[in-house]
């Protein structure tokens, strides 16, 4: 079955430390996103990718980096200039065919720092 | 500055009574409202799109419309699996590839 696999789905931290949340897709996607979701707030989008090599900032993008080497995979690395990194991180994508509204989710990853 | 404010936060309804949730946004220029569902400790999962004013959409239980200024998702006869947050989401005009989320509707039916 087609869908996003995000690992590992729960993770804890020591400030101070980066960490690098797994994204892989296997719907033959153009486009990925990874958004943070906070208690009481809306989904924000920290980065996405539309074609391999390509990547842009979203609206939250300071202390994370992302790359996409390969169609499939779009690794999210939390740095530690991320000030509040604690939060939920989901992974999503969308086919060309829909944009960015009609989007693919993961299971989600949910980091906590110490 | 485009947003998007759901409403109530939070909804307790007993199993059959119909009710629905508000979603108003403000954008420069819709292309597109999107709702979602999503379960605790999981990642959303899409429901419906919507394009322009008058639009409708339905799905089991669920009938989202959308006027030139909200967008309400009815829920009729609500069984306790249709439990969930339901989110909203727009897409603007001027944006090819981003959208912006509301915060949420928290759902909850009482057997």
């Known amino acids: 079955d087609g869908g996003i696999t995000q690992s590992p789905k729960y993770l804890f931290r020591k400030e101070g430390q980066n960490v690098t949340l797994s994204c892989e897709q296997n719907?033959?996607?153009?486009?990925m996103y990874w958004y943070r979701q906070d208690p009481g707030q809306g989904l924000r989008l920290i980065y996405y990718?539309?074609?391999?090599?390509?990547?842009q900032k979203g609206d939250i993008a300071e202390g994370y980096s992302v790359s996409r080497e390969k169609k499939e995979s779009f690794p999210l690395t939390v740095t530690s200039a991320q000030k509040n990194p604690t939060a939920f991180y989901l992974c999503a994508s969308s086919s060309p065919g829909t944009g960015p509204g009609e989007l693919f989710f993961g299971e989600g990853s949910r980091l906590t720092v110490l | 500055e485009d947003q998007v404010t759901q409403s109530p936060e939070a909804l307790r309804l007993q199993e059959g009574e119909s009710s629905s949730l508000n979603c108003s946004y403000t954008v420069s220029g819709l292309r597109g409202l999107f709702w979602y569902r999503q379960d605790p400790g999981k990642g959303p999962e899409f429901l419906f799109t919507?394009?322009?004013a008058g639009e409708e959409k339905e799905k089991e239980r669920l009938k989202a419309t959308l006027t030139k200024k909200e967008s309400f998702l009815h829920i009729t006869a609500p069984k306790p699996e249709d439990s969930a947050t339901y989110l909203c989401a727009v897409q603007a005009r001027s944006s090819a590839s981003k959208i912006i989320f509301g915060s949420g509707t928290r759902l909850s039916i009482r057997p």
């Open positions: 919507l394009y322009s």
């Open positions: 719907l033959n996607h153009d486009a």
């Open positions: 990718s539309q074609i391999v090599n390509d990547f």
